[in-house]
């Protein structure tokens, strides 16, 4: 359902790149931001960067897993709190002032990024959300899960519910097939039935067959999957289980911007750079690897990655930068907004940092 006019990021295609190596060098440093729109929230005028995403972050428990790499136990150093260490709580009120916000931003077009901890892990707030997503749903151009799959794979209501309210796609999360080695990077809670491989090949084959495109999303580390030959196997899985994309996300940036913490720790020892896998798939000569075509390169706020074509499969290589993250949100504009759990908007995943308001 995406707008044509929705572009959060800028995509240049293949034909019309003719050294990839002076993206790659340059990165997230070669997004061209478009001129900010100005709006009215809380009394106030800000100033939100075109083809943001709204993400109403996802804690209404805590997660069920604890993945090595947790992005959301990272404490950035002008942080006062973090977001994963305070569910939801009051869901009347809760959704009584999303549905405020929602309304304040009427006309300006986003995407909704359903994330933050684990979306999947408390049905009733996620079928209440999407039921107050459909009050809304010309607010949202492209709607997306990031989800370990959880309760996809223990609640019969929710991938059909996603269905129902036009999901672009659910990005599922997996470290690797090999069970022994995923339970070792995602390390889920021992009740959680998605942790065996079984029961996860069989929810990404449901969620598709639902009618809701699968994205399966592996973060590159040394634990798991880091070369080239990691990544054909992993592929070679994804399509037997007729999944048509997967992205390889490197591990974000964190330069001197975060606390030390056994996060950050586990992310220093194990980072896979991506931008060896890009080098080996197509190199600075042209010469692109056998079962490789190159799509195209993708530049936004603090991201960047390239778009492959292998066999059925549409293959995303992806780098980013938390550091350039930090410094876009400060730049005065916008460039995401994110519902926290204590009902304040902000333009960051810190809660204290770019805040809006209460919108109770």
């Known amino acids: 359902m995406s707008s044509e006019r929705f572009s959060p990021n800028q995509f240049r295609h293949a034909s019309s790149i003719t050294h990839p190596g002076e993206f790659r060098d340059g990165r997230w440093h070669t997004f061209t931001p478009r001129a ?24 209404p428990t805590r997660c069920n897993a604890h993945c090595a790499f947790c992005s959301e136990e990272l404490a950035r150093i002008d942080a006062t709190r973090l977001s994963a260490h305070t569910t939801i709580s009051g869901y009347d009120r809760y959704f009584a002032a999303l549905d405020r916000a929602w309304s304040e931003l009427r006309g300006f077009e986003m995407g909704l990024s359903l994330s933050g901890l684990e979306a999947t892990s408390e049905p009733e707030w996620l079928l209440r959300l999407l039921s107050l997503l459909d009050v809304h749903s010309a607010l949202f151009a492209e709607r997306v899960l990031y989800s370990n799959g959880s309760g996809l794979a223990t609640d019969e209501r929710l991938v059909p519910a996603l269905a129902r309210a036009r999901f672009d ?72 289980l007729g999944v048509g994309n997967v992205v390889f996300r490197e591990l974000s940036v964190l330069g001197d911007i975060y606390r030390e913490n056994r996060e950050t720790r586990w992310i220093a020892a194990h980072r896979a750079p991506v931008r060896a896998l890009m080098d080996v798939i197509l190199d600075a000569e042209g010469h692109t690897r056998t079962g490789w075509t190159l799509e195209g390169v993708t530049s936004g706020y603090y991201y960047y990655n390239e778009r492959y074509r292998r066999g059925r499969i549409e293959v995303t290589l992806e780098g980013s930068s938390y550091v350039a993250h930090r410094d876009a949100v400060g730049s005065g504009v916008l460039q995401k907004l994110v519902f926290h759990s204590t009902r304040e908007l902000c333009g960051d995943w810190v809660p204290n940092s770019q805040v809006v308001g209460c919108y109770d």
């Open 36 to 59: 900010p729109v100005e709006r009215v929230l809380l009394g106030r005028r800000w100033l939100l960067r075109p083809g943001l995403t709204f993400t109403p972050y996802a804690n």
């Open 169 to 240: 796609r659910a990005e599922l999360s997996r470290a690797h097939f090999d069970e022994k080695l995923n339970q070792r990077i995602m390390r889920f809670g021992l009740g959680q039935p998605i942790r065996g491989g079984e029961v996860f090949s069989e929810t990404v084959r449901r969620v598709q067959r639902e009618g809701v495109p699968v994205k399966l999303v592996c973060i590159l580390n040394t634990q798991g999957v880091s070369t080239i030959e990691h990544v054909e196997h992993y592929l070679d899985e994804a399509e037997a």
